[in-house]
Nanobody, 127 residues
Framework: QVQLVESGGGLVQAGGSLNLSCAAS????????MGWFRQAPGKERELVVA????????YHADSVKGRFTISRDNAKNTVYLQMNSLKPEDTAVYYC????????????????????WGQGTQVTVSS
Protein backbone atom coordinates (compact mmCIF):
# COMPACT_ATOMS: atom_id res chain seq x y z
CA GLN A 1 0.00 0.00 0.00
CA VAL A 2 1.29 3.44 -0.96
CA GLN A 3 0.71 6.39 1.33
CA LEU A 4 0.80 9.88 -0.17
CA VAL A 5 1.34 13.21 1.55
CA GLU A 6 1.00 16.49 -0.33
CA SER A 7 2.63 19.73 0.74
CA GLY A 8 3.41 23.18 -0.63
CA GLY A 9 -0.06 24.64 -0.93
CA GLY A 10 -0.93 28.10 0.31
CA LEU A 11 -2.14 31.57 -0.56
CA VAL A 12 -0.53 33.43 -3.44
CA GLN A 13 -1.34 36.46 -5.54
CA ALA A 14 -2.29 36.12 -9.17
CA GLY A 15 0.82 35.79 -11.30
CA GLY A 16 2.72 34.11 -8.50
CA SER A 17 4.14 30.60 -8.22
CA LEU A 18 3.86 27.58 -5.96
CA ASN A 19 5.62 24.22 -5.99
CA LEU A 20 3.59 21.31 -4.68
CA SER A 21 5.21 18.08 -3.54
CA CYS A 22 3.74 14.63 -3.10
CA ALA A 23 5.82 12.23 -1.07
CA ALA A 24 5.08 8.52 -1.32
CA SER A 25 5.93 5.81 1.14
CA UNK A 26 5.20 2.19 1.64
CA UNK A 27 6.04 0.58 -1.68
CA UNK A 28 8.41 0.87 -4.60
CA UNK A 29 7.55 4.23 -6.04
CA UNK A 30 9.26 3.86 -9.37
CA UNK A 31 6.61 1.54 -10.85
CA UNK A 32 3.74 3.90 -10.12
CA UNK A 33 2.24 6.35 -12.57
CA MET A 34 1.09 9.53 -10.89
CA GLY A 35 -1.27 12.40 -11.41
CA TRP A 36 -2.34 15.67 -9.86
CA PHE A 37 -6.04 16.45 -9.70
CA ARG A 38 -7.84 19.48 -8.34
CA GLN A 39 -11.29 20.24 -7.08
CA ALA A 40 -12.68 23.73 -6.79
CA PRO A 41 -15.73 24.50 -4.64
CA GLY A 42 -18.90 23.35 -6.34
CA LYS A 43 -17.02 21.66 -9.16
CA GLU A 44 -16.03 18.12 -10.01
CA ARG A 45 -12.52 16.91 -9.48
CA GLU A 46 -10.45 17.25 -12.64
CA LEU A 47 -7.09 15.99 -13.85
CA VAL A 48 -4.45 18.68 -14.09
CA VAL A 49 -1.29 16.78 -14.99
CA ALA A 50 -0.09 13.19 -15.18
CA UNK A 51 3.27 11.48 -15.50
CA UNK A 52 4.44 7.99 -16.40
CA UNK A 53 6.62 6.19 -13.90
CA UNK A 54 9.65 6.55 -16.12
CA UNK A 55 9.09 10.30 -16.12
CA UNK A 56 9.47 10.20 -19.87
CA UNK A 57 5.88 11.04 -20.77
CA UNK A 58 3.64 13.68 -19.28
CA TYR A 59 0.19 15.08 -19.82
CA HIS A 60 -0.91 18.65 -19.08
CA ALA A 61 -4.52 19.82 -19.29
CA ASP A 62 -5.08 22.66 -21.73
CA SER A 63 -5.99 24.99 -18.88
CA VAL A 64 -2.51 24.70 -17.36
CA LYS A 65 -0.33 24.04 -20.39
CA GLY A 66 2.64 26.36 -20.44
CA ARG A 67 2.13 27.31 -16.78
CA PHE A 68 2.30 24.05 -14.79
CA THR A 69 4.99 21.38 -14.96
CA ILE A 70 4.94 17.93 -13.43
CA SER A 71 8.15 16.10 -12.61
CA ARG A 72 9.27 13.26 -10.39
CA ASP A 73 12.32 12.06 -8.53
CA ASN A 74 12.01 8.31 -8.06
CA ALA A 75 15.06 8.23 -5.81
CA LYS A 76 13.22 10.53 -3.40
CA ASN A 77 9.80 8.93 -3.91
CA THR A 78 8.42 12.36 -4.73
CA VAL A 79 6.46 13.98 -7.52
CA TYR A 80 6.35 17.73 -7.97
CA LEU A 81 3.94 20.20 -9.49
CA GLN A 82 5.53 23.53 -10.34
CA MET A 83 2.79 26.10 -10.85
CA ASN A 84 3.66 29.44 -12.44
CA SER A 85 1.56 32.39 -13.58
CA LEU A 86 -1.20 31.34 -11.22
CA LYS A 87 -4.73 32.60 -11.82
CA PRO A 88 -7.68 32.91 -9.46
CA GLU A 89 -9.36 30.08 -11.35
CA ASP A 90 -6.54 27.78 -10.23
CA THR A 91 -7.91 28.00 -6.69
CA ALA A 92 -8.76 24.47 -5.55
CA VAL A 93 -7.75 21.59 -3.35
CA TYR A 94 -4.99 19.73 -5.16
CA TYR A 95 -4.67 15.97 -4.80
CA CYS A 96 -1.94 13.63 -5.92
CA UNK A 97 -2.84 10.10 -6.92
CA UNK A 98 -0.97 6.99 -7.98
CA UNK A 99 -1.54 3.68 -9.65
CA UNK A 100 0.79 0.83 -10.34
CA UNK A 101 1.59 0.51 -14.02
CA UNK A 102 3.21 -2.28 -16.00
CA UNK A 103 4.22 0.25 -18.65
CA UNK A 104 7.07 2.65 -18.00
CA UNK A 105 5.77 5.29 -20.42
CA UNK A 106 2.06 5.12 -19.72
CA UNK A 107 0.15 7.89 -17.96
CA UNK A 108 -3.50 7.77 -16.95
CA UNK A 109 -6.21 10.35 -17.44
CA UNK A 110 -9.26 9.05 -15.61
CA UNK A 111 -9.87 9.45 -11.92
CA UNK A 112 -11.10 5.88 -11.55
CA UNK A 113 -7.81 4.52 -12.88
CA UNK A 114 -5.97 5.69 -9.77
CA UNK A 115 -5.86 3.53 -6.66
CA UNK A 116 -4.30 5.68 -3.95
CA TRP A 117 -4.89 9.31 -3.08
CA GLY A 118 -3.36 11.93 -0.83
CA GLN A 119 -5.36 14.04 1.56
CA GLY A 120 -5.12 17.17 -0.57
CA THR A 121 -3.52 20.59 -0.17
CA GLN A 122 -5.32 23.91 -0.57
CA VAL A 123 -4.15 26.38 -3.19
CA THR A 124 -5.73 29.81 -3.11
CA VAL A 125 -4.92 32.46 -5.71
CA SER A 126 -6.06 35.99 -4.95
CA SER A 127 -6.78 38.54 -7.64
Amino acid sequence: QVQLVESGGGLVQAGGSLNLSCAASGRTFSSYAMGWFRQAPGKERELVVAIAWSGGRTYHADSVKGRFTISRDNAKNTVYLQMNSLKPEDTAVYYCAVRRSPYSDEYYLREEEYTNWGQGTQVTVSS
